[in-house]
């Protein structure tokens, strides 16, 4: 947990700010000191401290929750397994409110109070871009599991890496040749008028009309929006595909008024299932959605041909068949996403071991030892499926699944290439100094 | 209430940014790190207990005066690719034009209109980061690029992500709006704004136009608050549309609130406050703001004008 060090902690300042001084007592120092071998001793074999920037209050709370779950799963099987480079791992978490204010204080905080090794764990957008600018003034290595694409945009900095899970660009990307081949060549959008939806509104239509698709209308909504009957009269009677990705609290109101509006004789749906991460399929109001299809990063409902790896994973974090927490069926997880975190800490430990990683004088190494992975093949440490990385642009590319909703539940039906997700690479974060 | 000699007042604020200034060398680097940004956002509560404190008027929508010196130093930078004075001046502007456009239609209300009209306009500019998203980076914000945050003066280049440099530059910020404050209030124009909060009426029979006096009173409590934003965006390098939300109208409130309204000195202490309050407390509990809300209570309870405005009020009749 946090530590409680005062306002005015003087016993660290002379070493910090004075620099002189710094050099010349910490010379003397450890030259003189008997204790100077027991010292390095203890430092070797000292815990590597990874600051966990957690989304426990504010608007990502329900994901923060989950991820913590997932992270301590994964550190205490990497624990269990002898830790990186011979040394156990210890998480400190500190909350962001998800806000990316606080976001830079935390990821600050961590860097110079704390002093972790790195600094892991961000999911929302807006925080992580709010925070890397922090992470980069700190050298500070930042893996963040987020999604997003302003990670492989290069517009952050060298510090800041999303090896865990793909980017929403190469998401939609691999959902196109399924959606025209299965589910329909004329697609309506509906997003919600944001970021987030913003990223389908302008990576969809180029990646459906190279299969052969074409998206005929893009519906905007206000996020402030609480009922959606009025925009639905602007969906083209001559569509064949609704892809929505509606977030927040009102996707239950507009999943319902949009089985009003159709009733029995609608067009195929095609949703992320973000819209509906941390919520039971089966909520009332849902029903709309059977016989639907989702994108999901990884299922959320146990299948029928589970990898090994995937079952221990499940059997790790703390999840039922029905992607419940074990013992609580109310408690849904977000799991097409927080298999992020435990792929990321194995990531993070390849790399630090690749690095030979001491301390945190070897973050530069431990950078250049990230760049340098170039694939994660699937098993215990990636049960999401195989990945690739490309160090240029610091991001992972992997497999997708699209779900079909089927008797209350979510049954995968494709698994897309990692191929699919494939894009041209724009900017290369090895270019910039360390 | 008695009034403080020039020199009895300047002193303690000089103290004060003294104070500041010694703290540099003490502070741990984290505390060090996290004061440069409260000094950056107690100058923003100044430029609201410019308009709350000593005019009277309560505003709900000083975030768009915030967001306008954040969006148009950190724009500056991104999208034209200016330097550090040059956005800094193009955010000072942006706040001119923002806060003069909005004094001029919103002071035609009083009270609780005035509070809803600023809440409104400062949601429209919320709206409008977002809906301009190609150029604002809508609600997923924008880096102001780490290279271009330096300062060059002559030879000389500062980084402003240094964290000597950043400190600095907050101090030297908080310095001149504080004594630029401390002025105001003290001078002939300052006491006229009082005199309006404490009777627009009388005053107005005394001759004084008050809707000049006021619109002043915006635009000085703008260009104050934009100056903070102009400097949050370039120390920290970050613009996002969360600092335009109703949350950002509302701290400015807190902080002057519990520091002690109509004090020159009450937004650093209610800033300071309610930073700590929350960096400690979020390390013991998730429930930290409940905490943050019980400690306001207590507050208002037994500290209605605040800490420095009970100070005042109880022992040293004479603060500014």
């Known amino acids: 947990m946090a530590d409680k060090n005062g306002f005015f902690d003087l016993s660290k300042t002379a070493l910090t700010r004075r620099t002189a001084l710094k050099g010349l007592a910490a010379g ?10 027991r010292y390095s001793q203890a430092q070797s074999s000292a815990p590597i401290k990874i600051g966990f920037q957690s989304h426990r209050t504010g608007i990502g709370a329900a994901y923060g929750r989950w991820y913590e779950k997932t992270t301590a799963a994964a550190v205490k099987a990497i624990n269990a397994a002898g830790g990186i480079n011979g040394r156990q791992v210890e998480v400190i978490i500190e909350d962001d409110g998800t806000d990316p204010g606080r976001g830079a204080e935390v990821v600050g905080k961590f ?19 709010g925070s890397a600018p922090a992470a980069g003034e700190n050298k500070m290595p930042y893996f963040v599991v987020s999604e997003g694409h302003h990670v492989a945009s290069t517009k952050l900095n060298r510090y800041v890496f999303q090896p865990g899970i793909t980017d929403v660009k190469s998401q939609i990307q691999s959902m196109a040749p399924w959606i025209a081949a299965n589910a329909g060549k004329k697609v309506t959008q509906i997003f919600p008028d944001f970021a987030f939806g913003y990223d389908h509104r302008d990576y969809l239509p180029p990646a459906l009309k190279a299969q052969g698709g074409e998206v005929i209308a893009q519906i905007a909504i206000p ?74 990063g990884s299922p959320r409902y146990a299948q029928a041909d589970d990898s090994e790896a995937q079952k221990a994973y499940r059997t790790a974090v703390g999840i039922d068949d029905n992607g419940a927490a074990v013992g609580d069926p109310k408690d849904v997880s977000t799991a097409a996403h927080m298999f992020g975190c435990w792929e990321t800490l194995y990531v993070v430990k390849k790399a630090m071991e690749d690095a030979g990683y001491k301390g945190p004088e070897d973050r530069a190494k431990l950078v250049e030892a990230t760049e340098a992975l170039t694939a994660f093949a699937e098993g215990p440490e990636h049960p999401q499926g195989p990945k690739t990385f490309n160090g240029k642009i610091h991001q992972c590319f992997g497999i997708q699944n699209i779900s079909k909703v089927e008797g209350g539940k979510l049954k995968v039906v494709h698994k897309t290439k990692i191929e699919d997700g494939l894009y041209e690479a724009k900017g290369d974060y090895t270019t910039q100094a360390l | 209430m008695s009034e403080a000699s020039p020199a009895k007042a300047y002193a303690l604020h000089l103290g004060v940014i003294t104070l500041l200034f010694v703290l540099s060398f003490l502070l741990p680097d984290y505390y060090h790190g996290l004061l440069a940004r409260i000094m950056v956002l107690a100058v923003f509560a100044m430029g609201y207990n410019m308009l709350f404190g000593y005019v009277g008027l309560l505003s709900l929508g000083h975030a768009m005066f915030f967001a306008a010196g954040l969006y148009g130093a950190g724009l500056a930078v991104i999208q034209l690719g200016w330097s550090v004075p040059a956005a800094f001046a193009a955010g000072l502007g942006c706040g001119v034009v923002v806060s003069l456009v909005i004094g001029l239609l919103a002071l035609r209300t009083t009270g609780v209109a005035f509070m809803i009209v600023t809440m409104m306009f400062a949601q429209v500019f919320y709206l409008l980061i977002l809906y301009f998203a190609t150029w604002t980076g809508g609600d997923q914000g924008m880096v102001v690029p780490q290279p271009a945050r330096v300062l060059s003066l002559g030879a000389t280049s500062l980084e402003l992500t240094n964290p000597t440099v950043r400190y600095m530059t907050a101090l030297g910020l908080f310095s001149i709006v504080l004594l630029v404050t401390l002025a105001i209030v003290r001078s002939r124009y300052g006491r006229v704004l009082v005199a309006i909060r404490e009777n627009e009426e009388r005053t107005k029979m005394l001759g004084y136009d008050t809707f000049s006096n006021k619109l002043a009173a915006v635009v000085i409590s703008g260009i104050i608050c934009a100056a903070s934003g102009a400097a949050y965006a370039l120390l920290f390098g970050y613009v996002g549309s969360s600092f335009a939300s109703v949350q950002y109208s509302i701290l400015p409130l807190l902080w002057v609130l519990l520091g002690g309204a109509a004090t020159t000195l009450g937004p650093l202490i209610g800033t ?23 400690a306001l209570i207590l507050l208002v309870l037994f500290f209605p004008k605040g800490i420095l405005g009970s100070i005042r009020q109880r022992w040293l009749g004479w603060l500014p």
């Open chain 1, 28 to 37: 003397a120092g450890l030259g003189l000191a008997p204790g100077f071998v």
């Open chain 1, 111 to 129: 860097a110079t109070q704390h002093k972790t090794d790195i600094v892991f764990g961000t999911l929302f957008s807006h925080v992580v871009i």
């Open chain 1, 223 to 296: 996020p402030t929006e609480s009922s959606f009957t009025k925009y639905f009269p602007q969906i083209p009677a001559e569509t064949e595909v609704i892809y929505h990705v509606m977030v927040g609290p009102a996707v239950l109101t507009f999943v319902k008024e949009l089985g009003e509006f159709y009733g029995s004789n609608r067009p195929q749906l095609f949703g992320f299932i973000d819209s509906l991460e941390a919520t039971d399929i089966n909520s009332p109001g849902l029903e709309f959605l059977d016989g639907s299809h989702f994108w999901e």
């Open chain 2, 272 to 294: 300071l406050f309610m930073y700590y309050v929350i960096d400690i407390t979020s390390g013991y509990t998730s429930a930290y703001l409940l905490i943050v809300g019980i």
